[in-house]
C-alpha cells in the first residue's frame, strides 16, 4: 500500500518520520525494527527495513519511501504479509489513519522532561546554570545533574532525539572549559552542592587552565543560552561550531587520558577542529574536494591565520609546523615522536623533526596546542553570536 506525501526540505521529511512511527506506536502498542537501510538511486527509494507491529501480531511489515530530491518525500510504502493483514483485518485503514495524523503532527508535540548525569575530567564541578528548558545542576567531584526537555511526540521520540543532542552539548561544554566529559549514572549525581545561580564567567581572554572560581568551573552567558539552543534542535550538529567541538572534545579526552603516546592523534584532531573552523573564512579561487566537499585552496594557511588575529605571529608559526606534523601522521604514518620515555636520555638525530633531534612521547603531549584551539574556537563563536 501506498501514500502520497509532498515534504519539501529534510528537516519537514524527518519531522513526519518521527511522526508516523510515533502514531504508530499509539494505535498498536509496540513497533519493533529489523533496521537495514539501503538506497536504490535509479528507483528513487530508501528502504528502512521491517517493522513488526505489536506483541502478538505476526509478520513483519517492509518500509520504504520514495523521494524526489534526496530531502523530499513523494511517497510512503507498507508492504504487508498476508499472515500480518489476516490477523488485523482492517490494518490498512489504521496505517493510513497514522499516516493522515503524522502529517498533522504539530498538535501531538509535547515537552518531555529527562535528566541525564555528567563527569568532568579533571575533577571540575560546573556551578549552578539555568536557561530555557535546560538547567546544570552541580553535585560532588566533578559531578552535574543535567535537567532538559525535549520537544517530542513520546518518551521513544524524545529519548532519539535528546541521544543525538546530548554528546553535542558534552563537545560544546569541552570547547568552553578546557575539560572532556562523559555520562554516568543518575545514582551519581544524588548529593547536590550549593552554588548560587547563573554566576557567569567574565573574562573572555582567559587561555590556560580552567574557568574556575571559588572551585567551580564558570560558564560565560552566551554559552548557556547556546547549551539551551543546542538542546532544542536550533543549533544542528552540522554547524560548523559544532562540527569543530567534536574534533576538539575528543582531543581533550586523549589529553586528559594524560598518556603522552597519544600525542600525534591529539594534534590531528585539534588541528582538524581548526580546519573545520577555518572553512568560513574561505579563499579565492578555491576548488572543494570531491570526497568531503571542502575547499583545498591553502588550507594550512586559513589553519595558521587563524593563530595570528588571535594569538599572534608566533602561534601561527606553531600552528603551521602542528599542520605539517598531522599532514605526516595522516598522510605518511610519520611519528612526531619514537623514543619512550624513560628516566634515561638519549640525544639522536632526526632530520625530519623541526627540532632535528629524535624526541621521546613526552614531547608531544600537545598541552599548548589544546589551550590555543579552545581560546580560537571560543573567539569565533563569539564573534558569531
Not at 237 to 246: E, K, M, N, P, T
Request: positive net charge; charged residues 20%.
Amino acid at each position: 500500500m501506498e501514500f502520497p506525501l509532498s515534504t519539501k526540505s529534510l528537516e519537514e521529511s524527518n519531522n513526519f518520520l518521527r511522526a508516523l512511527w510515533a502514531e504508530i506506536r499509539r494505535e498498536f502498542g509496540k513497533v519493533g525494527w529489523i533496521y537495514t537501510p539501503r538506497r536504490n538511486g535509479r528507483q528513487n527509494t530508501i528502504h528502512f527495513g521491517f517493522m513488526s507491529l505489536g506483541d502478538d501480531i505476526p509478520g513483519s511489515i517492509d518500509v520504504w519511501v520514495k523521494y524526489g530530491k534526496r530531502d523530499s518525500l513523494k511517497g510512503m510504502h507498507f508492504e504487508i504479509p498476508d499472515k500480518t493483514r489476516s490477523h488485523v483485518g482492517n490494518i490498512e485503514e489504521r496505517l493510513a489513519s497514522c499516516v493522515s495524523r503524522a502529517k498533522n503532527s504539530e498538535a501531538a508535540l509535547s515537552q518531555i522532561s529527562m535528566s541525564v548525569g555528567i563527569r568532568a575530567n579533571p575533577k571540575l564541578t560546573i556551578a549552578h546554570y539555568t536557561a530555557p528548558n535546560l538547567e546544570i545542576i552541580p553535585c560532588h567531584s566533578g559531578f552535574n545533574m543535567l535537567k532538559f526537555s525535549i520537544l517530542a511526540h513520546d518518551s521513544v521520540d524524545a529519548d532519539v532525539i535528546a541521544n543525538q543532542r546530548l554528546p553535542k552539548i558534552l563537545d560544546f561544554l569541552s570547547v568552553w572549559t578546557n575539560c572532556s566529559f562523559e555520562f554516568c549514572s543518575l545514582s551519581n549525581v544524588e548529593e547536590r552542592l550549593d552554588s548560587k545561580m547563573n554566576q557567569f564567567w567574565r573574562k573572555s581572554k582567559w587561555l590556560e587552565d580552567f574557568p574556575t572560581h571559588e572551585k567551580y568551573l564558570r560558564l560565560e552567558a552566551r554559552t548557556v543560552s547556546s547549551l539551551s539552543e543546542i538542546i532544542e534542535g536550533r543549533i544542528t550538529a552540522d554547524s560548523r561550531v559544532l562540527q569543530s567541538a567534536l574534533h576538539f572534545h575528543q582531543a581533550a579526552k586523549f589529553h586528559r587520558s594524560e598518556d603522552a603516546i597519544h600525542g600525534d592523534l591529539i594534534t590531528t584532531l585539534l588541528i582538524s577542529s581548526l580546519e573545520a573552523a577555518s572553512l568560513d573564512l574561505g579563499g579565492g579561487g578555491s576548488s572543494s574536494c570531491q570526497t568531503c566537499g571542502q575547499p583545498v585552496y591553502k588550507i594550512s594557511k586559513r589553519v595558521a591565520q587563524l593563530g595570528r588575529t588571535h594569538l599572534g605571529e608566533y602561534v601561527e608559526a606553531f600552528l603551521k609546523d602542528k599542520y605539517g606534523l598531522r599532514s605526516k601522521f595522516l598522510h605518511a604514518g610519520k611519528l612526531s615522536t619514537v623514543h619512550p620515555t624513560t628516566r634515561n636520555s638519549l640525544p639522536l638525530l632526526d632530520p625530519s623533526s623541526s627540532s632535528g633531534c629524535v624526541l621521546p612521547h613526552a614531547f608531544s603531549h600537545a598541552h599548548n596546542l589544546l589551550e590555543y584551539s579552545g581560546f580560537i574556537l571560543r573567539a569565533l563563536w563569539r564573534g558569531t553570536n
